[in-house]
């Protein structure tokens, strides 16, 4: 085990919780960026159960360069049509072949972006796609992407870190947290409400102010005043949902730029529930964190999870390791942030720094032997694989339990 020793905080960081002024924002499933992030992770996802069938091992790649090029729609009144292409480019580096025999890289990769995008994206079928392969196999270790055996994958069997990185976990989720994805859970069940949507809240003491960007779906609403009253009274009801589940004073802003005048397709309005069909572009990294929303009270680092190869990779191994440490503390002593800090070549069981903040009261040395055991474990891969970090809406039942079980 490592020789230094794992401290907590001399000057005790305050959780999230704790604060007295918490913001947190969620770029919704069909946001740009989230649609980089979700189409970068099925993407390895896709691409490692094949290695794993034909290969026995997922073999070397970073598929964390994914970018989402917006297309254009020209709009009607009340409708459009596309005229410019939806553009995904797949960048970053990949194994093309093991023991001389090539894998279908360009397949794998392609129908992992159409499938995301038709999950994400409610009116899917009326945009234009076009995807365009940027990876490489470069390397100046010349089997690293061309692997002759599993011998050419020096990670097996023992998984190291191949960066130095450092990665916070923190549970269980703030309430502030869970509004933003109620937010988004809300509005998006609703049929004329596309998937781009972004939700921001500030909590001010115990007082919610929700600013919330919703998109109309072209199909379902025929006007710029039928879109203002269907914002408003979907507004009005997640208000008095909030009030009701936090019990404090809540206000909940939508569309600040919207109007009842002028052509619906002057308002938020899109063919495809997006903000892509007006040219904004996304790109792996720039949004939600693998918690799913950017919230600057966790004082993380700025390692992107999607895409990264989940036998190894720091950025996703590291950060499982580090939201299943903080799942275990948490479970015993409540709220907790869980901080890991690996050099690059390090074991995983062995961290050059471990930070564990937990509530005033709890034993330090308890809540480190539980970050210890953890960081023993190597048993993430199935779950990688299962899909933990790719893009998702829970249902709003089970987000108003936990909104419930928060503010108890």
Known sequence: MSTVTPTLSALRTPLPHELPVEVVERKGIGHPDTLADGIAELASIRYSRHCLEVAGAVLHHNLDKVAVL????????????????LRVVFGGRISTSFAGRPLPVREILQQAAVDHLRAALPGFDRVTLEVRHETTDSSKFPHWFAPRSLDDLPERPTAFSNDTAYLVGSAPRTATETVVLLAEAWFRRLPWAGSDIKALAVRDGAIWTVTVCVPALAGYLTSSAECHDAVTAAAGELTAVLQEHLQSRVTVVCNTRGSRTGPLSGQYFTLSGSAVDYGEDGLVGRGNARTGVISGA???????TFGKNPAYHVGKVGGWLADEAARAVAAEFGPCRVALLWRNGAPYDEPAFIEITVGRGAPPG???????????RTDWMDELLSGRYLPAIAPVGELLAALERTVR
């Open 70 to 85: 917006g297309g254009r729609a020209a709009f009607t009144d009340t409708d459009g049509i596309y005229d410019r292409p």
């Open 298 to 304: 966790h004082l993380a680092g700025n390692e992107a």
């Open 366 to 376: 308890e809540a480190e032997e539980l970050v210890r055991a953890t960081l023993c």
